[in-house]
């Protein structure tokens, strides 16, 4: 399996971006499907965005986050982003690196077997 490790999380007050990064290694993520869940207190974890391992402009995204967020990749450095603007209270989670080695463009949480730690993003009204 691959290792995912997430970065750029942090406090940012309503209305603001940060920019999540996932650092793979272990193999390269090129050929794998890669997604970005979050989970709030008290709440289960949700998908927010994926993007597929052949076409970087083949995405999905939550209704919650769409024209908010934007996920890309960058295969030669193995690194996925989830860009992150307009932020509400309501984001307030940690946030998930997901892959998968296919060409699904998944986006439930058994469409992914390789998970980081997370990420606390947390957003002030």
């Known amino acids: 399996q691959v290792q995912l490790v997430e970065s750029g999380g942090g406090l940012v007050q309503a209305g603001g971006s940060l920019r999540l990064s996932c650092a793979a290694s272990g193999r390269s993520v090129s050929t794998y499907v890669m997604g970005w869940f979050r989970q709030a207190p008290g709440k289960e974890r949700e998908f927010v965005a994926a993007?597929?391992?052949?076409?970087?402009?083949?995405?999905k995204y939550a209704d919650s986050v769409k024209g908010r967020f934007t996920i890309s990749r960058d295969n030669a450095k193995n690194t996925v982003y989830l860009q992150m603007n307009s932020l509400k209270p309501e984001d307030t989670a940690v946030y998930y690196c997901?892959?998968?080695?296919?060409?699904?463009?998944?986006?439930?949480?058994?469409?992914?077997?390789?998970w980081g730690q997370g990420t606390q993003v947390t957003v002030s009204s």
């Open positions: 997901a892959a998968r080695r296919s060409t699904w463009l998944g986006y439930r949480l058994g469409d992914f077997d390789s």
């Open positions: 993007i597929s391992s052949w076409s970087s402009s083949n995405t």
